[in-house]
């Protein structure tokens, strides 16, 4: 098992039981492994706790409840597991900078005026670009309802019927100046809803253009409904690289929500997974007259 499936499982087991007791007990007979091990490996992939990902969860998904439901303070409170009212908006201050009555009465205004400046405007969002084979059979928003942390999203969806021909990215580029001679890590969390098929993915370009380093998890695709979780994908950045792009890649049908996007350099000990080195190559040439 790699240490991402580790991760991806915790993640799945942690976002099917937000509003249940999670004690630290119950992981290793539902993951398979030791506490001590499954803690290490968790903060290596995401740079957070155990503890601290279903605290920051619990709060993102309860800011959610607020905006979108009409329960009062104290039953989300309780919901998320909270011991009091008085904890609960002590942690939600901490991290949304307002406690969670305010909080509710500033977004709500500020969604209001929002959709009514939207209402014949398309949105433009900052640092990203749609692309891909149809781009005008999809739509690349922000949503302030579904997201991981924080209080957005970037939603990627089909607007209609879509085959597997076609597809659509959420997508940005930038200077490989900095990560240079270096392997890194790109990390993300998706959700997705009904999908035909879709991933992240990450390339690296030289000056000319090509596409030296590559990988887009068509081997780990995910498909149909899923909740948030964890995903990665691991390059080399050659000296003579020029740029490096990433996104999000949607084909066909359905809609892909990511959030909380993070690069990291790792220890060229971790694995890559480059789609375009030689070990993903067979040995020797296969059906060359056709008949297997």
């Known amino acids: 098992m790699y240490y991402s499936e580790i991760t991806q499982k915790t993640v799945s087991f ?3 039981n937000l509003t249940e007791e999670i004690q630290m007990d119950i992981f290793p007979s539902v993951i398979g492994y030791s506490k001590y091990h499954l803690s290490r490996v968790f903060k290596q992939e995401t740079g957070k706790s155990i503890g601290e990902y279903i605290r920051l969860r619990r709060l993102a998904t309860a800011a959610s409840f607020l905006l979108q439901t009409d329960e009062s303070i104290l039953t989300i409170a309780f919901l998320f597991r909270f011991q009091s009212q008085e904890a609960f908006t ?3 201050k901490d991290v949304y900078g307002l406690p969670p009555g305010k909080y509710r009465q500033v977004m709500i205004v500020v969604r209001m ?3 009514e400046n939207d209402m014949n405007t398309q949105e433009q969002i900052q640092g990203w670009n749609l692309s891909g084979s149809n781009p005008e059979l999809y739509e690349l928003i922000v949503d302030g309802d579904v997201f991981h942390t924080g209080t957005k999203s970037g939603l990627l969806y089909a607007k209609g019927e879509a085959n597997e021909q076609q597809f659509a990215t959420m997508m940005q580029g930038f ?3 900095d990560y240079k001679g270096k392997r890194i890590k790109m990390s993300c969390f998706l959700k997705t809803e009904q999908v035909t098929k879709c991933g992240a993915w990450l390339r690296i370009d030289n000056f000319s253009g090509d596409t030296i380093q590559f990988d887009n998890m068509d081997n780990r695709s995910i498909q149909g409904t899923t909740e948030w979780n964890h995903y990665s ?3 080399d950045v050659p000296e003579e690289s020029v740029s490096i792009h990433f996104g999000v890649l949607l084909i066909g049908e359905g809609k892909v929500w990511a959030d909380g996007f993070n690069f990291e350099e790792v220890n060229k000990k971790v694995a890559t997974t480059n789609m375009l080195s030689q070990d993903h190559l067979p040995k020797q040439p296969s ?6």
């Open 90 to 92: 002590r942690a939600f």
């Open 113 to 115: 005026i929002k959709e």
């Open 233 to 235: 994908i691991i390059l």
């Open 287 to 292: 059906n060359l007259d056709f008949n297997e």
């Open 175 to 177: 200077q490989s100046d």
């Open 14 to 16: 942690i976002e099917g």
